[in-house]
Antibody
């Protein structure tokens, strides 16, 4: 059974940093591209970042470029999001989401974690 | 990276059909056949209902169908059931990025 479990959320002051983790199980983690998607309270979904299985391709939304860094450790089956220079508008539930990553099936999110809440406030 | 445009709300009675539209541009919806739709119940993670414009993952009822014409994609839910009441989001690949719609709240009357 595919499982994605996020952790690391919490309350942080504006300008601060936080590192989110996503522990993956039930599939061959290194073969799949992964994403972070966030949802501000009461708002819609927003794609944040993408990383390919080998970490050779990394993309960011304009809203986080230069402040956030996505990474992965395939030996530990883990995905990370380092968030720096946090702003109030970064307050959201952050989900990790898997891309099916096959020739015939890709560029969508087939499994999601339960999310971790990040609150940026003084 | 502007959000795709969806109606804020739609409604229908049990057994009826509803269609949710999702309008983008030639840089996203119109440029790729990588439109997906997600269902989200309150307090839950999103669940993929449609991918590649009109394909259904295993386990998703065939009451859910998707299509696309030009820069507008659509999700149709036929034979509405009470458990279909949820928020629905469209999403499109946009070349090294993804863009979501603002979400549509489906109410089953």
């Amino acid at each position: 059974e595919v499982q994605l479990v996020e952790s690391g959320g919490g309350l942080v002051q504006p300008g601060g940093s936080l590192r989110l983790s996503c522990a993956a199980s039930g599939f061959s983690f290194s073969r799949f591209s992964m994403n972070w998607v966030r949802q501000a309270p009461g708002k819609g979904l927003e794609w944040v970042s993408y990383i390919s299985g080998s970490s050779s391709s990394i993309y960011y939304a304009d809203s986080v470029k230069g402040r956030f860094a996505i990474s992965r450790d395939n030996a530990k089956n883990s995905l990370y999001l380092q968030m720096n220079s946090l702003r109030a508008e970064d307050t959201a539930v952050y989900y990790c989401a898997r891309d099916p990553s096959t020739l015939l099936s890709k560029y969508f999110f087939d499994y999601w974690g339960q999310g971790t809440l990040v609150t940026v406030s003084s | 990276q502007s959000a795709l445009t969806q109606p804020r709300s739609v409604s229908g009675s049990p057994g009826q059909s509803v269609t949710i539209s999702c309008t983008g541009t030639s840089s996203d919806v119109g440029g790729y056949n990588y439109v997906s739709w997600y269902q989200q119940h309150p307090g839950k993670a999103p669940k993929v209902m449609i991918y590649d414009v009109g394909k259904r993952p295993s386990g998703v009822p065939d009451r859910f169908s998707g299509s696309k014409s030009g820069n507008t994609a659509s999700l149709t839910i036929s034979g509405l059931q009470a458990e279909d009441e949820a928020d629905y989001y469209c999403c499109s690949y946009a070349g090294r990025s993804w863009v979501f719609g603002g979400g549509t709240k489906l109410t089953v009357l």
